[in-house]
């Protein structure tokens, strides 16, 4: 939200600078992310300065140029080329001296140098009004006051003033702040308790002069949801000019980033950001009946808003419609037959407060989201609609001519009151973990319009402005003591008081920075990707059924309409975000959950569930380019070796994991394990159509893990401790001719069924399919580690291990052994 500085202090009388207020609000809780620096003429004319010619003569081989001397307030003159016809000796003019960035009025941007025109030397440019951007005459050079002083900046002497801009880190709850009052009475409510000398005064803009000049164009108004409409507000306006905004409006509307269109419109959403109240203009000719209804139309009724989109409507929008018809959506967007145009003379006006989750359904029904909504979903003061009409009307009446030709019309079915809220100083105290004296609570109260209205003892009662729709708890009270008190100036205890509590083991927090610390240790980067994805991704996935997908009822987007079901999604958006950014060499990991849904009716529990999920993603090249180096690329065998490692760290075996059936439509190639009968993890290479989906090129490496899963299975773990080995280990190789459908698992299971006690481990280090080989069949090499803790192996227990292993591959696999 942009608040301007200059604007804050029309209510704001105080002795404060612009960066003393920006650290104010940001230690006050309206964080103020950025200043900057509005400048009503791009440039700020920095370099422009006034510069008296001295002398105007004929350039020698140019009939249109000029050779003039022109003094700027320097030690020496200067000497220009000018080719305006009407400069002249004894003017005043303007110069842009060497350096100056001058901003023309079409755009263009140029930089001031010494250059030589036709031969001759010129050290500066005599500038026309298009030239500097502040006009659009081209006729000739600007002739400025015969008064003005040579040297001095053309800014100071045109008046040009900049604005300071405050960007404003708006949180949802403090909508009471989304307008120049809103800040400003925060400001003022800070000062007048940590510095009051510098306050002198905070006032609210005045509607006390409003007159009503005559009743010669009422019209009724008819709220019939008084649901959605909470308070409804309206006055008439005739004879009204319909015409540009005078520049002092313009000026301010431009500084907080809007365009003006005019004085009618630009009134209004002054006001908006003046008060935070919305307000809407009709031309009271196009309403049929003279009659306001505020209604909901019938299920698909259709309607042209003001960007010309004809929208069907729900029976749940609430309208502003004539006798007849619609004319805006409440609370989001007007409609284009009943706006103000050049041609409107009679005015209807309107000031309004309807229901935020009305207006909220509304605006993402149709993806509209505005100035007025963003204000009225939130909660707009219903006790301010009539002073801001009044104040609209006021403004309009001044810039627009006319008379205010009806009564205010005031439809109020049931006042909202201000909230009362009970606690104590004691309990105040507590919550803010000091003891603050009790008159320091009470000026704080004062200085926030929270009201005492009873007051015995330690207890006190406040009553709460209809303005701070978030304060309606003792705790909220407490915190608006807090933000004004100081956050900084409660100080760090010296004793610290806590609580032992059971954790269940393993703890999962210590899990997961484990397995974080040992994926960052080998070069991975953790990223954290949204929970929320696109629908349309899962429509061809039959791993991930769309039945199963959690679909958001009021998305902010259409992009972001469900749950994720994995997080295979957001890594790929991480990957192509760094690749094009030309980062392509990428290890992540995330930790996250992922959600289905697993019942079609009961509590949200039964009907939706969550789980958590480890992914891991490797592409690209393993390392750099290097001299002494050949570049490689990671493969499936890089995604492995990193997912044993993180298995064997909590004491999962690989090869001791149930085989299970790889997602085809995820995976091009990998390999699928179950673990307790459940599946449990997945990796591989993606698909390229999952690839195409988001522009990568490269092969992309995936691996998810089941998180509870693998933490179950950890806790079942028990830590055991041995000896290192005393005696050496042996190690002795086999090549087998096998059928080409046997695999290395079964081989490693039928070894360690042979030998029990001293097989240590079991090994592939070659596999071999050609011609040179019977058909099918295949060529496994493979590597057996044996060791006996207790003796050294001899020649015969080795003899005859191996030929027990022989025999049982030959029995179980009818393999026969190469030379």
Not at 328 to 338: D, L, M, P, Q, R
Request: hydrophobic fraction near 40%; charge should be negative; charged fraction near 25%.
């Amino acid at each position: 939200m942009k608040i301007s500085y200059s604007w804050l202090k029309d209510y704001l009388c105080a002795d404060v600078s612009a960066e003393e207020a920006s650290k104010i609000l940001t230690a006050i809780g309206l964080e103020v992310e950025n200043v900057e620096v509005v400048e009503s003429v791009k440039g700020g004319l920095r370099g422009v300065v006034v510069g008296h010619v001295l002398a105007c003569g004929q350039h020698p081989d140019a009939d249109k140029l000029r050779v003039t001397t022109v003094d700027v307030g320097g030690e020496h003159p200067l000497q220009i080329v000018c080719g305006a016809p009407n400069v002249a000796a004894g003017q005043k003019v303007p110069v842009a001296t060497i350096g100056t960035a001058l901003f023309f009025a079409n755009g263009d941007e140029v930089k001031i140098k010494k250059s030589k025109l036709r031969g001759v030397e010129s050290s500066g440019m005599i500038c026309a009004e298009d030239e500097l951007g502040i006009g659009t005459s081209h006729d000739g050079i600007m002739v400025l006051d015969a008064n003005a002083k040579a040297g001095q900046p053309l800014a100071d002497l045109l008046g040009l003033e900049s604005e300071l801009i405050f960007e404003i880190g708006l949180t949802p709850n403090r909508i009471d702040a989304a307008s120049h009052v809103g800040v400003a009475r925060d400001l003022a409510a800070y000062m007048a308790v940590h510095c009051p000398e510098k306050l002198k005064k905070f006032s609210y803009p005045s509607a006390e002069n409003f007159k009503v000049d005559n009743t010669s164009n009422a019209y009724g108004v008819r709220v019939e949801n008084t649901e959605a409409c909470v308070r409804y507000c309206g006055v008439t306006i005739s004879g009204v000019k319909v015409q540009a905004s005078p520049g002092w409006l313009q000026k301010r509307l431009t500084a907080i980033g809007l365009r003006p269109i005019n004085n009618v419109v630009d009134v209004t959403n002054y006001v908006l950001h003046e008060l935070g109240q919305p307000l809407h203009a009709f031309d009271a000719d196009k309403i049929e009946g003279k009659t306001v209804v505020v209604r909901t139309c019938p299920e698909g009724t259709a309607f042209t808003t003001l960007d010309d989109v004809e929208r069907k409507l729900s029976a749940q929008d609430l309208m502003i419609c004539s006798a007849e018809k619609p004319m805006c959506i409440a609370g989001v967007f007007g409609g284009t037959e009943s706006g103000v145009t050049g041609a409107t003379t009679n005015i209807f006006l309107e000031s309004a407060c309807f229901n935020p989750v009305w207006v909220r359904k509304t605006a993402k029904r149709h993806a509209l989201s505005t100035d007025a909504s963003f204000r009225y979903e939130r909660g707009a003061d219903p006790n301010i609609t009539a002073t801001a009409l009044k104040r609209t009307a006021m403004l309009i009446k001044e810039l627009g001519g006319g008379s205010i030709s009806s009564e205010v019309v005031d439809v109020y079915p049931q006042a909202v009151e201000r909230k009362s809220v009970a606690l104590t100083f004691s309990g105040i105290c507590a919550s803010i973990g000091k003891l603050i004296d009790k008159a320091v609570i009470k000026k704080i109260l004062t200085a926030l319009e929270l009201d005492i209205t009873r007051e015995d003892g330690d207890n006190l009662t406040v009553s709460v402005p209809t303005y701070r729709i978030d304060v309606t708890r003792p705790c909220d009270v407490v915190e608006e003591i807090l933000r004004i008190y100081g956050y900084n100036n409660v100080e760090i205890p010296q004793h610290v008081r806590a609580s032992l509590n059971h954790v269940s083991k393993p703890d999962n927090e210590q899990m997961v920075n484990a397995a974080a610390n040992l994926l960052s240790s080998q070069g991975f980067n953790e990223i954290m990707c949204m929970s929320l994805t696109n629908a349309k991704r899962y429509d061809e996935l039959h791993s991930y059924p769309k039945e199963k997908l959690v679909l958001l009822q009021n998305p902010n987007s259409t992009e972001l309409n469900a749950m994720r079901q994995t997080l295979l999604f957001g890594g790929l958006e991480a990957i192509a975000y760094n690749i094009n950014r030309r980062q392509p060499d990428l290890k992540l990991y995330e930790f996250g959950n992922i959600y289905f849904k697993q019942a079609p009716d009961g509590s949200v529990t039964e009907r939706f569930g969550e789980e958590a999920h480890l992914s891991i993603f490797v592409t690209g090249a393993l390392h750099k380019k290097s001299w002494n180096e050949p570049q490689a690329l990671s493969d499936f065998f890089t995604l492995k070796k990193h997912v044993e490692h993180l298995l064997q760290r909590f004491g999962v075996n690989l090869h001791a994991l149930q085989s299970a059936e790889l997602p085809a439509d995820i995976f091009s190639d990998g390999a699928a394990y179950r673990l307790g009968g459940k599946n449990f993890l997945s990796m591989g290479l993606v698909s390229k159509k999952l690839r195409d989906m988001f522009d990568i090129k490269q092969e992309v490496y995936f691996a998810e893990i089941r998180w509870p899963a693998l933490l179950s299975f950890a806790a079942r773990q028990k830590i055991t401790y041995a000896e290192l080995p005393k005696y050496p280990e042996v190690n002795r190789d086999l090549a087998l001719l096998l059928d080409k459908n046997v695999t290395f698992a079964q081989l490693r299971e039928t070894a360690h069924r042979a030998e029990k006690k001293l097989l240590q481990s079991v090994g592939l280090f070659d596999v071999y399919e050609g011609d040179k080989l019977p058909g099918g069949k295949k060529s496994y090499a493979l590597s057996f580690t044996l060791q006996d803790s207790e003796r050294t192996l001899t020649e015969q227990d080795i003899e005859r291990i191996m030929g027990n292993l022989i025999k049982a591959f030959e029995k179980d696999f009818g393999a026969q052994l190469r030379s």
